[in-house]
């Protein structure tokens, strides 16, 4: 009798195979899911009353920045009404293009209208281009 016997309940053939023998306890799933929930709640507490604690504690300790404050950015700013200011810009325009005027003094540059302009042009014509020009200068 030297052979050794199984302990008391283990099958002789080995792991029997089939499903599984007890199930998993609903309550205990259950307790665990409730204790999660609330121990990230808590969690989320803690951490949103450290926050305002701190954030409340720095700036009773801290100078406010200058940078910190809302400076509006420099122009150019939307236009409120463009069609009116386009408008005071064409007559700003029109106005220049139908005087005369002086663009430079001391060398003598004047601006004309451009119907003027026209017409002088129309009644000379355009300069000759290139060396055909010099060649009529030095006749």
């Not at 709640?41 to 200058?66: E, F, K």
């Not at 404050?69 to 139908?98: F, N, S, Y």
């Amino acid at each position: 009798m030297s052979e050794r016997q199984p302990p008391p309940g283990t099958p002789v053939d080995g792991p029997s195979r089939g499903h599984e023998q007890s199930d998993l306890r609903p309550r205990a799933i259950g307790i665990f899911l409730l204790v999660l929930a609330l121990t990230i709640v808590g969690v989320l507490l803690v951490s949103m009353w450290i926050y305002d604690y701190s954030a409340g504690r720095l700036a009773r300790t801290q100078p406010s920045a200058p940078l910190t404050k809302p400076i509006p950015p420099p122009g150019p700013h939307l236009q409120v009404a463009p069609t009116k200011e386009m408008g005071q810009l064409r007559r700003a325009e029109d106005a220049i293009l139908a005087r005369y005027g002086w663009i430079d003094r001391p060398t003598g540059v004047v601006r004309i209208p451009i119907d003027r302009a026209i017409q002088l042009l129309a009644e000379r014509g355009l300069p000759a281009s290139g060396t055909g020009a010099k060649r009529a200068k030095s006749r």
